[in-house]
């Protein structure tokens, strides 16, 4: 993974309309409940979602599942950055899920995911050992008064691909 492949990743994955395209090719849901990049740097991504018709509930807040959608998306948009072109290839794969909900999500919420070097590092470790890696990440969610609404840990797993003969 080098800089001029994260880099290109996040030319392509920012630009609204390749977004777009990308949910809805691959993350079809994500697409349809309007998730958003807001920000992506090497450490750092932020998501958002706001309280829509298909993301609402009968409380009149943002139903929990989309809320989970977004938070996935701001450390795996970070774990597809790192696995972009990698060599040897990596796969992704979710493996736990912790959450916890703190106010009622109303309005835009932005997930943030500062686990960019922890990620490139397990990444790294799968690579280097070809034996699988884990990691939990943290994605925090807050209202646009910056009140947080929910926290999730996502436990990501990471295994290099085998080449077979």
């Not at 492949?5 to 993350?27: D, H, Y």
């Not at 397990?122 to 884990?134: D, E, K, P």
Request: some cysteine; aromatic content about 8%; overall charge positive.
């Amino acid at each position: 993974m080098t800089t001029a492949s994260t880099a290109a990743f996040r030319q392509v994955i920012t630009n609204p309309l390749k977004l777009k395209l990308f949910l809805l090719k691959s993350l079809p849901m994500a697409y349809l409940a309007g998730i958003r990049i807001k920000e992506l740097s090497d450490q750092e991504a932020q998501v958002i979602i706001k309280y829509r018709y298909l993301t609402k509930n009968p409380f009149r807040s943002i139903y929990f599942a989309c809320l989970a959608m977004a938070a996935e998306m701001a450390s795996g948009v970070l774990s597809m950055m790192y696995l972009h072109q990698a060599q040897p290839s990596v796969s992704m794969l979710v493996v736990g899920l912790e959450a916890e909900f703190s106010k009622k999500a109303v309005g835009t919420i932005t997930f943030t995911c500062s686990d960019g070097e922890a990620i490139a590092a397990a990444v790294r470790v799968a690579q280097r050992t070809g034996q699988g890696s884990t990691l939990q990440t943290l994605s925090v969610g807050r209202d646009e008064k910056g009140e947080e609404v929910a926290r999730f840990r996502i436990t990501w797993s990471y295994k290099a691909r085998v080449k077979k003969a």
